[in-house]
């Protein structure tokens, strides 16, 4: 099983950026696919998750500022990210969860002030 996050980088507050996991090895329609965060010092958050149905829950505090999706036919779950802030600075990571959890390596995002 292979989960692999892309798509981070630098970008400037206000600024938007979309992150990808494509994943291998599992049956992705089947998974719960998730965004997790962790910022430097903190605990890793959920940020939202994608249920196999395709229904999208957020974290409270990111309500409107990002969207998750999924495409069943490329194995790939996205994290559309706008009016980036500073604190949104932070490591990203996904999540494929049914019966079993798996977790990608990470892609960071740095938004500057």
């Known amino acids: 099983v292979q989960l692999q996050a892309f798509g981070g980088g630098l970008v400037q507050a206000g600024g938007s950026l979309r992150l990808s996991c494509e994943t291998s090895g599992i049956i992705f329609s089947l998974y719960k696919m998730s965004w997790y965060r962790q910022a430097p010092g903190k605990q890793r958050e959920l940020v939202a998750f994608?249920?196999?149905?395709?229904?999208?829950k957020y974290a409270d505090s990111l309500k409107g500022r990002f969207t998750i999706s999924r495409d069943n036919t490329k194995n790939t779950v996205f994290l559309q990210m706008n009016s980036l802030k500073p604190e949104d600075t932070a490591v990203y990571y996904c999540?494929?969860?049914?019966?079993?959890?798996?977790w990608g390596q990470g892609t960071e995002l740095t938004v500057s002030s």
């Open positions: 999540n494929a969860n049914w019966r079993s959890h798996y």
């Open positions: 994608i249920t196999s149905g395709g229904t999208p």
